[in-house]
Nanobody
Framework: VQLQASGGGLVQPGGSLKLSCVVS????????MDWYQQAPGNKRELVAS???????NYADSVKGRFTISRDNTKNTVYLQMNSLKPEDTAVYYC?????????WGLGMDYWGKGTLVTVSS
């Protein structure tokens, strides 16, 4: 199982970016999908999460600005980021929660390598 995140880059304050993360491999099911951010010198923190049924949760710092969504047919999770601020600058990591490769096997969590978002004028 591999996760590939993309969509990061340099954007001006107030701008928008959309991150994508594709989960590939021998996948039977994926439970939750999350986005984390890690700014330089800081610990990795949860930004947004979405369950297999579409229930979402957000960190207070991004509520009203970021939207997480997923396409279960493509095993892909998205993060639409609007009204970006310099403090949103970080490496963004996606995480697939409790991924099962067979119907009867146990699930595991997997991380992507991250994509850098820089918000600067």
């Amino acid at each position: 199982v591999q996760l590939q995140a993309s969509g990061g880059g340099l954007v001006q304050p107030g701008g928008s970016l959309k991150l994508s993360c594709v989960v590939s491999g021998n996948i039977f099911s994926i439970n939750g999908m999350d986005w984390y951010q890690q700014a330089p010198g800081n610990k990795r923190e949860l930004v947004a999460s979405i369950t297999s049924g579409g229930i979402t949760n957000y960190a207070d710092s991004v509520k009203g600005r970021f939207t997480i969504s997923r396409d279960n047919t493509k095993n892909t999770v998205y993060l639409q980021m609007n009204s970006l601020k310099p403090e949103d600058t970080a490496v963004y990591y996606c995480k697939a929660v409790y991924v099962k490769t067979t119907k009867w096997g146990l699930g595991m969590d997997y991380w992507g390598k991250g994509t850098l978002v820089t918000v600067s004028s």
